[in-house]
């Protein structure tokens, strides 16, 4: 067993750090509050290829795996930069693309993902159906050579940064029953398919949006995994976005617990370092140990869906871990500054919407907490 991470991964994580830190936070926020965009951010990683280092190699990318994009996930956010669309575009809609789409569908869209020149965003959320996705009403009816779909999902992310959103909906037969879960990509300027912008407290460049499909047309070449593939396609992409997720909150926490170090080392009261009194540096320090328990946790579910092994378990601890850890390391951040920690100069407590997010989305603390009961422990089901 080798925990030393591969030189290929050191040298990713030096240049894109590099990168996000000729930004740095106080740009990243500027443009949050201003309802603007990341985009010189995403094309200078782009450019370097550093945005489909997950995606295949034949389709332009890095071939490296999830492990890879988490290490650009975390090195963005360790920078004070966490960049939403990373967890959507190349982790969940690339991986599903790579592993389910056609020839054809992967050659229309993983090369412009891996160049960071396409977006596809992830409509899986319903606002009646909660974390159960059996209960999906966004429906899908064949009608001739198209799909046709209605329904309205919730809380989508980058749908003003995208190119298509790839849309979740439970398939109709002929006579309107179920026959299962269908994956369509959509065109974000589709006839029949309107937005409306969700406001939130969060400062984050990624907008929310509700968004509305009227009997939208979707040619069945756009429908990946096919009919009746169950919910493979789906799952494949899951698992990198709770990865993903568990990076940006790993990063984040890496940040915080930086600038509460340089700031104990530095602030002095009573002619001591305030790091040098245990109640400032035992915190600290503790939030530290559980910051690196999830960065372990989190490769290690990497290292375990790159291997194509069953990373189900190990992608839902880490993303608890990193939430709960991320949340814990910030707090403790902000406490060690005082009230210095809520002011705009020292960039803190403004990353509090963006971790707390975390614990919620993209799946709750307490349905991972469900999923560990029931298919770790072996306990009887409680919903």
């Known amino acids: 067993m080798d925990f030393s991470e591969i030189t290929e991964h050191r040298m990713l994580r030096d240049a894109v750090r590099g ?11 500027e443009r949050a509050r201003a309802g603007g965009r990341t985009t010189e951010l995403w094309d200078d990683l782009a450019r370097k290829g ?17 492990s890879a994009l988490a290490a650009v996930c975390e090195e963005v956010s360790a920078a004070g930069c966490p960049l939403l669309l990373l967890v959507v575009s190349p982790a969940i809609v690339g991986s599903i693309l790579s592993r389910h789409g056609t020839d054809e569908q992967k050659a229309a869209w993983l090369p412009g993902i891996a160049a960071g020149t396409k977006k596809i965003v992830f409509a899986i959320t319903e606002p009646d159906a909660g974390s159960n996705s059996h209960n999906l009403s966004t429906a899908a009816t064949r009608d001739g050579g198209v799909y046709r779909l209605s329904g309205t999902k919730y809380y989508i992310s980058g749908v003003d940064e995208a190119d298509a959103i790839l849309v979740v909906a439970r398939i109709l037969d002929d006579a309107g029953k179920p026959s299962g879960l269908g994956l369509f990509i959509v065109d974000v300027d589709a006839p029949g398919l309107d937005k409306s912008l969700i406001p939130v407290q969060t400062v984050m460049p990624e907008r929310q949006y509700t968004l509305f499909f009227e009997n939208v047309p979707v040619p069945e070449d756009r429908l990946v995994g096919g009919e009746g593939a169950g919910l493979a396609p789906l799952f494949t992409g899951l698992n990198p976005e709770r990865i993903t997720s568990a990076a940006l909150a790993n990063g984040v926490a890496c ?21 040098a009194h245990q109640g400032i540096a035992h915190p600290l320090a503790a939030a530290k140990i559980d910051v690196e328990l999830a960065r372990l946790m989190t490769a290690k579910a990497a290292w375990l869906y790159d291997k194509g092994e069953d990373a189900g378990e190990a992608s839902n601890m880490a993303k608890y871990a990193a939430a709960e850890a991320g949340l814990r390391a910030l707090d403790q951040a902000i406490q060690t500054h005082g009230g210095n920690g809520l002011a705009c100069e020292y960039g803190l407590a403004d990353l509090w919407g963006a971790l707390r997010t975390l614990r919620i989305a993209p799946v709750s603390r307490e349905m991972i907490l469900n999923f560990v009961a029931q298919h770790s422990l072996g306990l009887p089901r409680s919903y």
């Open 19 to 29: 990168i996000a830190s000729s930004y740095g936070h106080a740009w990243y926020v």
């Open 50 to 66: 550093y945005l489909g280092v997950n995606i295949p190699e034949v389709y332009g990318g890095g071939g490296m795996g999830i």
């Open 255 to 275: 940040y915080a617990l930086e600038k509460a170090a340089a700031y104990a080392r530095d602030r002095k009261v009573w002619r001591t370092p305030i790091g």
